[in-house]
T-cell receptor
Framework: GAVVSQHPSWVICKSGTSVKIECRSL??????MFWYRQFPKQSLMLMAT?????????EQGVEKDKFLINHASLTLSTLTVTSAHPEDSSFYIC?????????????FGEGSWLTVV | DAKTTQPPSMDCAEGRAANLPCNHS???????VYWYRQIHSQGPQYIIH???NNETNEMASLIITEDRKSSTLILPHATLRDTAVYYC??????????????FGTGTRLQVTL
């Protein structure tokens, strides 16, 4: 299947700083990428939908000024957690929809662990 | 997207078939049934999807009832590595606006020796 890669796999940052997570589709072009957050023992919660060349669409309750999403190319989307706080510590997962054909399948990255201290 | 209902957990002996049920009684005619699984601390892995016909690939089989209100994912010979949370999701597919995947709580499958 198609490969989606995230970087970094894990990151520790100080409270008040910003951290960027990259999501790349390695062998296909993705017009749309999705960002999820998952807390321990909970399901994935969709944060936002990222469309190449346009502004991201955020889910209700997700602060767009805190979670900045950029989708500058068909293979790269980035999530920046600004002014991170300990409660932002979570597992962040991206996924990408193939631009080719009807985009039947969405593939997920390996996830990025964020710990804010 | 239509809501799905899955049992919270299931056990299966290694080597036996694992049959994971999913109820999606409010599914619409243009919604597909998708299955993903998530092994601990990893991103979800695509397994299979279908509309109304049964589907099979190298990982699993998907059986969808004739009225499409429920489906069953079958892992024919479960191994310890199949221990994971399995998510059943219904989703509209179109070529225009991308349709998102909304995750429920899934079924935690424990494969035992």
């Amino acid at each position: 299947g198609a490969v989606v890669s995230q970087h970094p796999s894990w990151v520790i940052c100080k409270s008040g700083t910003s951290v960027k997570i990259e999501c790349r589709s390695l062998d296909f072009q993705a017009t749309t990428m999705f960002w999820y957050r998952q807390f321990p023992k909970q399901s994935l919660m969709l944060m936002a939908t990222s469309n190449e060349g346009s502004k991201a669409t955020y889910e209700q309750g997700v602060e767009k000024d805190k979670f900045l999403i950029n989708h500058a190319s068909l293979t790269l989307s980035t999530l920046t957690v600004t002014s991170a706080h300990p409660e932002d510590s979570s597992f962040y997962i991206c996924s990408a929809r193939e631009a080719r054909g009807s985009g039947n399948t969405i593939y997920f990255g390996e996830g990025s662990w964020l710990t804010v201290v | 997207d239509a809501k799905t209902t899955q049992p919270p957990s299931m056990d299966c002996a290694e080597g036996r078939a694992a049959n994971l049920p999913c109820n999606h009684s409010t599914i619409s005619g243009n919604e597909y049934v998708y299955w993903y699984r998530q092994i601990h601390s990893q991103g979800p892995q695509y397994i299979i999807h279908g509309l109304k016909n049964n589907e099979t690939n190298e990982m699993a089989s998907l059986i969808i009832t004739e009225d499409r209100k429920s489906s069953t994912l079958i892992l024919p010979h479960a191994t310890l590595r199949d221990t994971a949370v399995y998510y059943c999701i219904v989703r509209v597919i179109n070529t225009g606006t991308a349709s998102k995947l909304t995750f429920g709580t899934g079924t935690r499958l424990q494969v035992t020796l």
